[in-house]
């Protein structure tokens, strides 16, 4: 009877070993889904703030159309990428989407440079709520990013280590590691401020 009984005792204690790495798997898996989608909504948010800001500053810089234009392009660019949960294990769409993000965050670079040369419109009230939006917009993005590669990280330990490996192999063929959040090369380099 005592025989029995620690082989109950010793099953319920691998069996509920199984079901904590079997369950790992999938639930990490739609974590990383649930933190890329934050990222895209961050992103999304810096679109629709877009519109307002360029055309709070063209009200004042009518002739610099070359910048708006250009930010006016990377917006449309971005929003006909369009990547869902289930795209986040594809590194070409990542790279894509992440391209076409990284060129509207320097066409607003040059917006924002323009804006320094209207010192009326830096003290537009309307202005100042646009780019203090933006600013915020732009921390999101980073803690959303931040977010999404500390899931990324978990998941892909889930898939690389013991006995998550293993259990992944049998019961989740499908599941492959996840590529992060890798910055661009020009995204490293030192930004050179000038005065001039």
């Known amino acids: 009877m ?10 319920a204690i691998f069996g509920g070993i199984f079901l904590k790495y079997y369950n790992q798997v999938p ?12 990222v895209q ?16 500053v063209q009200g004042y810089a009518a002739h610099e ?12 660019k971005v929003s006909q ?23 509207l965050g320097g066409a607003l670079s040059r917006l924002m440079a323009v804006s320094e040369n209207y010192p009326q419109l830096k003290a537009d009230q309307n202005f100042l709520a646009l780019q203090s939006q933006l600013e915020g917009t732009e921390n999101r993005i980073s803690v959303a ?13 889930a898939l690389r280590t013991f006995p998550g490996k293993f259990v992944a192999q049998i019961f989740h063929p499908e599941a492959k590691l996840k590529d ?6 020009s995204e490293q380099n030192r930004p050179e401020v000038s005065f001039k």
Not at 180 to 185: K, L, R
């Open 180 to 185: 992060t959040f890798e910055a661009s090369e």
């Open 2 to 11: 005592k025989g029995l009984a620690g082989l109950l005792v010793v099953v």
């Open 27 to 38: 639930t990490l898996d739609e974590t990383t889904k649930e933190k890329w989608s934050q």
């Open 41 to 56: 909504n961050q992103y999304k948010r810096r679109a629709d703030l877009i519109p307002n800001l360029v055309s709070t």
């Open 65 to 76: 159309k070359s910048v708006f234009a250009e930010v006016t392009e990377a917006r449309s």
């Open 81 to 103: 990428i369009t990547i869902n949960a289930n795209d986040a294990s594809d590194p070409a769409k990542i790279r894509e989407f992440m391209e076409a993000q990284r060129h």
């Open 145 to 157: 990013r931040k977010d999404y590669i500390a899931s990324v990280k978990e998941y892909n330990l």
